[in-house]
């Protein structure tokens, strides 16, 4: 039995690791591969105190302070299903439990993808998912953005004050987002908004070089030559293995407090799984620090032997 026992093994998670390790109480990371969403990113450039760094390279170095601090880490094991009684018990999809005196989720996200020819294969090479991390790679060129909810047209505002012109394609016939940003993206003299817009496929050769979509409503097929392409259809927890009594929003995402700590006492929470305001990796790594500060809080206040 571990005292605490981290789920995933991203940023969130090794910090979580790190500070907890360095309290001095046994702790184990629990995940299905050691890395998480930093291992799609080529470079980071956000990272206060690092210019810059490439994802795998950053988990890499995580990896390695980890395994420093005596942290045990357990990969290619993915959690089906976490309870509380006495304990904290895990269960594994080997069937095994694990079982500890707290526990922190730290299991992220991933960015719903649009599946259309192309996306895949110029993932990083112009297509993008994340405005923070790669708009000011797109300074000065057109680019597009996929969806036209709140997320969309968020980042159609922020890359609209980096590039040179942004077209935001909707498939519905009317955009999702609040009214206050629609008319903020309506204003923009760099922003075109398209509705009934099927993506077909995003075209390219070596890098993305445009984007052919169906206008809906004539069946008509259109070309537009892009430089970039944002797609913000969506960022899904990975928590569809979580069940009540944790509380979940209506995203799916772990309710969590200032300190990090679930509805579920001796439950914690950080990262992308979150309902933290943004998903960053700085703000993950912060936010897995709190958690592990707050479990030690957790295991020296409570009896739990
Ligand atoms: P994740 O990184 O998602 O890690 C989750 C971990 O949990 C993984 O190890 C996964 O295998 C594991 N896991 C999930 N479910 C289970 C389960 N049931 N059982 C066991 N293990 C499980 N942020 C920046 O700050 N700067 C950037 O430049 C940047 N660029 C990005 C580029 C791309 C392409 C993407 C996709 C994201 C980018 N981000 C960037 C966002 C950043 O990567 C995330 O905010 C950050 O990784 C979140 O960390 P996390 O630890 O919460 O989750």
Not at 167 to 194: R, W, Y
Not at 255 to 267: E, L, S
Not at 281 to 304: C, E, H, K, P, Q
Request: net charge negative; with cysteine.
């Amino acid at each position: 039995e571990f005292d605490v026992v981290i789920v995933g093994a991203g940023p969130a998670a090794g910090s979580a690791a790190i500070y907890a390790a360095r309290k001095g109480i046994s702790t184990a990371i629990v995940a299905d591969h050691f890395g998480g969403q930093p291992l799609d990113t080529v470079g980071i450039e956000n990272l206060a105190g690092t210019d810059y760094v490439e994802g795998e390279q950053l988990m890499a170095n995580i990896q390695t302070q980890v395994e420093k601090y005596g942290v045990k880490v357990l990969t290619g094991q993915r959690v089906e299903h976490i309870a509380k009684h006495e304990t904290v018990e895990l269960t594994l999809a080997s069937g095994d439990v694990l079982k500890a005196k707290t526990a922190i989720i730290a299991t992220g996200a991933q960015w719903r993808t649009i599946g259309v020819p192309g996306e895949a294969e110029f993932k990083n090479k112009g297509v993008a998912y994340c405005p923070h991390c790669d708009g000011p790679l797109y300074a000065g060129k057109d680019v597009a953005v996929i969806g036209g909810g709140n997320s969309g047209i968020e980042a159609a505002i922020d890359l609209a004050g980096i590039c040179n012109h942004v077209t935001v394609l909707e498939f519905a016939p009317a955009l999702g987002a609040d009214s206050v940003l629609q008319a903020k993206a309506n204003s923009s003299a760099n922003i075109t908004l398209i509705t009934n817009a099927a993506t077909k496929e995003i075209t390219g050769a070596g890098r993305v070089n445009g984007l052919t979509y169906t206008d809906r409503t004539s069946q008509t097929e259109h070309h537009l030559d892009l430089e970039g392409v944002f797609v913000q259809i969506g960022l899904v927890p990975n928590t569809d293995w979580i069940s009540a009594p944790l509380e979940v929003s209506s995203h799916h995402e772990i309710v969590t407090d200032a300190r990090q700590a679930t509805n579920v006492d001796g439950i914690f929470a950080a990262g992308d799984c979150t309902d933290s305001a943004y998903k960053q990796i700085i703000i993950a790594m912060g936010a897995g620090a709190t958690a592990a500060l707050s479990a030690f809080d957790y295991l020296v206040r409570t009896s739990v032997k």
